[in-house]
């Protein structure tokens, strides 16, 4: 104890101009746009080749179970394929949805080098960038469903908010029927997230089926997101409903990015 204030009163001229320093430079990143999107841009460069590092050897260890869902992926694929009444192109990275809700989306395969999921604000990074034609506002998903909507990129890697994320606001609807809501989360379980805004008139039930409701140009309709686990009702409303993700967003390591191609048409028609 002693030599540590010795130290600080040897050199406290030393660490009070360091501080200053920092204080500066915090306000500087806060209060101009320019020097702000500049650290976060090198902040993801800096993280994200470290997690990468961190996570080459991780990778090996989930081979087999990705692998696994990979195949039923493809063999889902393949069924909704046999089963589609008109034409459908496939390039290795364009999609068409023709089915039923028939629109265009680009698809970016990644990986997952960072996760949070106890957090009341929790992101992931992936391995996948501007360079891969991967911007803010991409939503993100894997065989399973929803993960999240990206926020921040770099040349080489992005940020996802994470459907755990109190700030998180995704279009849903009951795959029964067309009543919709929003998809939030109480910052409680990562297992579970709240259907909101949702009328009595839904008649919804335990174990129904959660889906995007293709309202926003950020996911196709129909992806899947949960089941209905718990109901409460309160003065003849919905007062709370959990859906149990279909995902373990533990686990979570390979992903696939969705850029909507015509999302720019979309936003451009709606503004004016």
């Known amino acids: 104890m002693h030599r540590i204030i010795s130290f600080l009163i040897r050199y406290k001229y030393f660490l009070l101009f360091l501080m200053l320093e920092l204080i500066a430079i915090s306000l500087t990143i806060q209060n101009h746009s320019y020097h702000k999107s500049k650290f976060i841009n090198s902040s993801n460069r800096i993280t994200g080749f470290i997690y990468d590092k961190f996570n080459v050897i991780e990778a090996y260890q989930n081979l ?21 009444q008109k034409p ?48 803010p506002d991409n939503g993100v998903i894997n065989s399973k469903g929803i993960i999240g909507i990206i926020t921040n990129t770099s040349n080489k890697y992005a940020k ?68 209905v686990s718990n109901i409460k009702i309160k003065n003849n409303r919905f007062d709370k409903i959990d859906v149990k993700l279909f995902n373990d967003m533990s686990t979570v390591k390979y992903v696939k990015v969705i850029n ?3 999302k720019t048409e979309i936003k451009n028609i709606e503004n004016n």
């Open 64 to 84: 087999k179970t990705e692998n696994n869902l990979l195949l039923k992926e493809n063999t889902k694929l393949n069924n909704l394929l046999n089963r589609s």
């Open 88 to 135: 459908v192109i496939l390039t290795p990275k364009i999609v068409i949805d023709s089915l039923r809700y028939n629109q265009k989306y680009h698809y970016i395969d990644a990986i997952v080098i960072n996760n949070q999921y106890l957090k009341a604000t929790n992101y992931l990074t992936i391995n996948k960038g501007e360079n891969d034609s991967i911007y």
């Open 160 to 227: 996802v908010m994470s459907i755990l994320n109190e700030n998180t606001r995704i279009n849903a609807r009951l795959k029964k029927n067309h009543h919709f809501g929003t998809i939030t989360w109480n910052g409680m379980n990562y297992k579970y997230v709240q259907l909101e805004d949702i009328p009595i008139q839904a008649n919804i039930k335990l174990t129904d089926t959660i889906i995007t409701d293709g309202k926003s140009s950020i996911f196709p309709e129909g992806i899947p997101i949960g089941t």
């Open 260 to 262: 909507n191609l015509d």
